[in-house]
């Protein structure tokens, strides 16, 4: 879906700004597959997490730990 922005369903966060413990940084590997207003990622470490569109949204959200 072009122009659509996404956000996690659940925040992926250590509470300091990183990612939880067991993925990548700042990469990890894997495969999204978008249908809809939904994008479901997944890769080989059995990491799988939903994203929900941004209604409306013109541009990615700018967050700062």
């Known amino acids: ?3 659509t ?3 996690a369903e659940t925040p992926l966060d250590d509470g300091q700004g ?3 413990p067991g993925w990548g940084n ?3 590997d894997g ?3 978008v249908s809809g207003t939904k ?3 997944r890769d080989d470490n ?3 997490v939903t994203f929900l ?3 409306g949204a013109t541009g990615f959200l700018n967050i700062c730990s």
């Open 18 to 20: 990183n990612p939880p």
């Open 1 to 3: 879906m072009e122009d």
């Open 31 to 33: 495969a999204v597959i």
């Open 46 to 48: 059995g990491h799988i």
């Open 39 to 41: 994008a479901v990622f």
């Open 53 to 55: 569109a941004r209604p």
């Open 26 to 28: 700042p990469y990890q």
């Open 5 to 7: 922005f996404f956000v």
